[in-house]
């Protein structure tokens, strides 16, 4: 685009709405502000899209189970580490 072309558009709006261009510019900013931090649509899509692919990857246990596999780590890690000798893998 080029600038004459940018610079023609607030009027063609004005003249489109029937309102002055200093109001369809004044608009047009509003508009802009409130958008900032929102994503677009394509951005929203593309999110929902990674949410479908990763949801069916999670488990899909209970609690119970969960508190029971944390509370076994937990001991593990309390309990000194390794129970036996690593094997040298040389």
């Known amino acids: 685009m080029t600038k004459g072309h940018c610079s023609s558009r607030p009027a063609d709006a004005a003249e489109r709405l029937a309102k002055p261009k200093s109001q369809v510019v004044r608009e047009a900013v509003s508009e802009y502000h409130e958008r900032i931090g929102r994503m677009s649509a394509r ?12 949801l069916p990857l999670i488990p899909s246990r209970g609690r119970g189970a969960v508190q029971r596999e944390l509370k076994a780590i937990r001991e593990a890690r309390r309990s000194g580490g390794r129970r036996s000798l690593a094997r040298n893998p040389a």
Do not use: G, N, S, V
């Not at 951005?43 to 990763?54: G, T, V, Y």
């Open 43 to 54: 951005d929203r899509l593309e999110k929902l899209r990674l949410l479908d692919a990763l």
